[in-house]
């Protein structure tokens, strides 16, 4: 919710100040830089991300060896509950920052 209402802030500033064209231009800059935030993000190195798989990768490249599989699944599956956790927390944040 948080996002929509950033969105919404850019618009109106930008319609306000600059007009339609700009409005729409920083618009579209601003989720430019959003979809970028949210791929760098996606390479971190955390299990059940992109990142954690290449960490994995990189592991298996060193040792020269595959790494075991079940550990791999289990700890690929504690950091999604983790992330699971992270995105529940933050959806009532921002669901308490609407109505509080």
């Known amino acids: 919710m948080r996002v929509v209402s950033e969105m919404s802030n850019v618009v109106e500033e930008s319609y306000e100040t600059d007009g339609t064209f700009y409005a ?3 618009l579209i800059n601003w989720a430019i830089l ?3 935030n949210l791929g760098v993000m996606n390479l971190l190195p955390i299990p059940a991300l992109d990142g954690g798989r290449l960490l994995f990768l ?3 490249a060193i040792r020269g060896k595959k790494a075991n599989r079940k550990v791999e699944a289990v700890v690929t599956l504690i950091g999604f509950i983790l992330l699971m956790i992270l995105m529940v927390f933050i959806l009532f944040n921002d669901i308490a920052n ?3």
């Open 24 to 26: 729409f231009l920083n």
């Open 98 to 100: 609407v109505f509080g």
């Open 58 to 60: 990189f592991i298996e």
């Open 34 to 36: 959003l979809s970028a």
